[in-house]
């Protein structure tokens, strides 16, 4: 009984310096940490969108040969707040809008398993050579849960209504003229390269423009009271603050889903969200706390219920000014990351089997993951670093910046007795978080515990590492990496993009701007009788990205009767 | 008639000062609402349009004698979070809060009357003193806190509740009472002490006066006494008390709701703040402030029917 409020604090504890971090810094788009994206879409030329593959280390486990899927059942799954409405022009959504959404909508493209955009409801979507003119084919035969049918100028109206909304145009403000070639063809002329313009197809957290809605109820005013997709379930009914209800999608253009009706329930206090899904009283509950993921593991053994880790998303890291000493020497930033052992900080933070090691910016089964020279874990090594640098310049004496949560400090504690076995002297600074990041901002800093960095497509890193944004918080930069991640930026062609990020990896492995302590992870938690979270099939029956964040994919959910 | 006539324009004056105080409050608070329905990355253009066809560029007293000549006429405007009218969300969520909030009154005197009885018969007794612990721990102790281990305990550990979720009195009477229990208990908890500690001390007082000497002296028996005798004349306070604890127990709302999520007035309350939704926090100040005023006016006529001197004083007054 008195180890529950500990593990419940380092939760908040980590979530608030994570969220601090991400909501203050701005450098990355929205989207940039919590979707995986891909690699090649069969016969299209889709330019592949950004992070890592999803790792399902903890794979449920009930799923047995003799259980055969079959259509049934009501799921129960918590969100964390309403939404103001579902329709993708006009409405921001967080989780729980998405996750109506990705039951009613189906969106333009998706994720493969890897990590790759990857064409969905659209048969194809591919650009000429300069990525200024794209063409979108769309699925024939598909229809609107109105009984109206997909077309290409349905494409045009979601777009068009994106266009004039207020909130929302300015994602598409480099489409110039939409030409509807024939019922399934659209072709889409940009103001100038847009290399990247199938990522925001995907329907993830900033991207809303890639769920298809039927223009009429785009064109109704109650439209976002009453969605209207191509998606596996149809709507039902919403009652705000309480439920919304869908049901499955009958004449669904793929084999409907299995569910009869998922029922979304906004729990907006997080541990009444954990509560009720303990209780029984939903079936499924995600979080992105690693605590309460390993909290959930040993039941998942047992049989008692399901637990699915999502793709990684944006990594923790420790964040050097290399424009100060000791730290303008790669040498000292070296050693340091040299002497931190990573089981040790993931058995602290209770996170071993749910955070990943990372040596870069994006996660090893990542598409655009590729190896460098990252230091591996050698304390005699760094010490001899640190003492080499010693005798020529003088003692690594320095502060290390976190903010006045207890729990960061004692982490920041970690840190410094593993720096001290090495002969490195960290002062822990404790600032309110909005101080440190002023402090960040400014540069006035030696080294500071730091997230939403890397994890995304890694376009969205542009301004984390590039000389010339005004938000290359940590200073390091070479003309050579600018060159790369300009030219990367430029690319259509994924193998092609990679090739300049390996270089930017290699080049961050080199010189060592950050330590990688680690990749963020959500899980999702179902009952046993539930099968199937985790899983998403791809129309050509290949494996798509179920989760992504605390977004979840479930026409291929299914209750054990 | 006069004395009733007297407390209706009163009334209607609380609700204008009241209205109009929480309109230019709220019409000062920070944040833009033509921001907040477009989003932060609109254009300016798209933005000034929106606050054209709200009125928003128009001065706080002309804004306010627009919304409460729309108000009376049953318009409070639409929310923009759940795209409903604001008086339709607000009917919607009306019945819950009113259930909870007269369960948790009805939790909190049923725990309280006893409490105060006990004590008033056993003044300075250990059991006086151990009830004014307790009391004093139930006071002390937050509801937030309380509402969690609730839920822990009855709804997780023991599976008698469910943790979240509302049943309409309409669709199951007995459903809807249990659906509400846990939280009733939350809210309720806080104002027992105080319920408690007046009652007891108006019991005291009473137990001195010469009638209850005289129902003494005829034999009766103490359960008569306190029953037929005691209790009226001593709960004068406790329900004026009931009265002005609705305040503290709508703002309690806020947090119970939102922790059982339960789709009532609180949470529609917080959410419209949270999301900058002017328009449905005007409208929720309104029903709430109704239902404040209200209810002390209902308190007021009982006490009137409680003691007919009250009404004799004011009426000299």
């Known amino acids: ?561 | 008639m006069r004395h009733w006539t007297t407390r209706l324009v009163r009334l209607v004056a609380v609700l204008l000062a009241v209205t109009a105080a929480s309109f230019s409050m709220i019409s000062l608070l920070p944040g833009d609402l033509a921001t907040s329905v477009l989003g932060a990355n609109s254009t300016a253009e798209d933005r000034q349009q929106v606050r054209e066809e709200l009125h928003l560029d128009d001065p706080i007293p002309v804004r306010y004698v627009r919304w409460i000549g729309d108000a009376v006429q049953g318009d409070l405007g639409i929310s923009y979070r759940t795209k409903q009218p604001v008086a339709e969300a607000l009917g919607e969520r009306m019945g819950l809060t009113i259930q909870l909030v007269l369960m948790a009154q009805l939790f909190a005197l049923l725990l309280a009357v006893p409490m105060a009885v006990a004590g008033a018969l056993k003044q300075g007794s250990i059991l006086d003193r151990a009830l004014s612990a307790v009391q004093l721990a139930m006071m002390a102790t937050p509801g937030y806190l309380v509402a969690i281990a609730l839920m822990i305990v009855f709804a997780v550990k023991l599976g008698w509740f469910d943790t979240t979720g509302f049943v309409r009195f309409t669709d199951s009477p007995w459903g809807s009472l249990r659906s509400l229990l846990l939280p009733a208990i939350a809210l309720g908890l806080e104002p027992v002490a105080m319920y408690a500690r007046v009652l007891r001390t108006d019991l005291v007082s009473t137990f001195d006066q010469d009638f209850m000497w005289l129902a003494r002296a005829k034999g009766n028996s103490t359960r008569r006494i306190v029953l037929r005798h005691a209790l009226r004349p001593s709960s004068l306070g406790v329900v004026t008390l009931t009265g002005i604890s609705l305040g503290r127990m709508i703002g309690g709302t806020v947090l119970v709701e939102s922790i059982f999520a339960l789709p009532g007035l609180g949470r529609f309350t917080i959410e419209s703040i949270a999301n900058r939704d002017f328009q449905a926090l005007q409208g929720a100040v309104v029903v709430l402030t109704v239902a404040f005023v209200g209810v002390n006016f209902i308190v007021d006529i009982l006490l009137g029917v409680i003691d007919p001197r009250t009404r004799a004083v004011e009426r000299a007054a």
């Open chain 1, 1 to 561: 009984m008195t180890r529950r409020p500990r593990r419940m604090h380092r939760g908040l504890a980590v979530a608030f310096l994570i969220g601090g971090v991400l909501s203050a810094c701005g450098g990355n788009s929205p989207s940039s940490g919590t979707e995986p994206v891909t690699s090649s879409g069969g016969d299209t030329t889709l330019p592949s969108e950004t992070t890592e593959a999803p790792v399902f280390t903890n794979p449920p486990t009930t799923t047995s040969p003799e259980l055969v899927a079959a259509n049934g059942g009501t799921l129960t799954v918590s969100v964390e707040g309403d939404s103001t409405g579902f329709n993708p022009a006009a409405d921001a959504w967080a989780n729980g809008g998405h996750n109506v959404a990705r039951a009613v909508f189906d969106t333009l493209a998706t994720y493969d398993a890897s990590g790759k955009v990857v064409p969905y409801l659209a048969e194809s979507i591919t650009a000429n050579d300069d990525a200024t003119v794209w063409t979108i084919v769309v699925r024939s035969g598909v229809t609107f849960h109105d009984g109206t049918p997909f077309t290409a100028d349905a494409v045009r109206q979601n777009f068009q209504a994106t266009k004039d909304s207020p909130a929302f145009g300015s994602q598409l403000k480099l489409i110039d003229t939409m030409t509807v070639v024939d019922d399934v063809t659209l072709e889409i002329a940009m103001t100038q390269a847009w290399a990247t313009f199938p990522n925001v197809l995907t329907g993830d957290i900033g991207s809303q423009v890639g769920y298809m809605a039927a223009p009429a109820m785009l064109a109704d005013p109650e439209g976002a009271r009453h969605p209207i997709g191509t998606g596996p379930f149809t709507f039902v009914e919403w009652v705000p603050d309480d439920h919304l209800t869908v049901a499955r999608n009958e004449s669904y253009w793929q084999r409907p889903a299995y569910l009869d009706q998922v029922i979304f329930k906004p729990i907006p206090d997080s541990t009444s969200r954990k509560a009720a899904f303990d209780a029984g009283d939903t079936d499924v509950y995600y979080t992105g706390s690693s605590l309460e993921i390993t909290e959930y593991l040993p039941m998942q053994e047992a049989g008692e219920l399901n637990v699915a880790i999502g793709a990684p998303s944006e990594p923790d890291v420790v964040m050097f000014n290399a424009l100060k000493a000791p730290f303008d020497d790669v040498r000292v930033r070296r050693a340091l990351a040299m002497a931190v052992d990573i089981p040790r900080l993931y058995e602290y933070l209770e996170a071993t089997g749910v955070k990943q090691p990372m040596s870069g910016p994006y996660a090893d089964s990542s598409f655009w993951f590729t190896p460098s020279n990252y230091p591996e874990y050698d304390p005699e090594g760094a010490a001899a670093l640190i003492s080499e640098y010693e005798a020529e310049i003088g003692p690594v004496v320095f502060d290390f910046n976190g903010n006045q949560d207890p729990f960061i400090t004692s982490y920041q504690e970690l840190f410094q007795s593993m720096w001290a076995e090495i002969g490195a002297e960290a002062n822990i600074v404790s600032k309110a978080q909005s101080e440190n990041i002023a402090s960040v901002i400014s540069g006035d800093y030696q080294i500071t515990l730091w997230g939403g960095i890397g994890g995304g497509d890694p376009d969205t890193d542009y301004p984390d590492f590039h000389s010339a944004t005004g938000l290359n918080f940590s200073g390091f930069s070479t003309p050579e990496m600018d060159a790369a991640l300009d030219a990367g930026r430029a690319l259509t062609d994924p193998d092609a993009r990679k090739e300049q990020y390996a270089i930017v990896q290699e080049i961050l492995g080199d010189n060592v701007p950050f330590i990688w302590t680690g990749s963020n992870q959500f899980g999702v938690m179902s009952k046993a009788s539930v099968q199937g979270v985790g899983q998403f099939l791809l129309p050509d029956e290949t494996a798509g990205q179920a989760i992504s964040g605390g977004r979840l994919m479930l026409k291929d959910v299914w209750v054990i009767q």
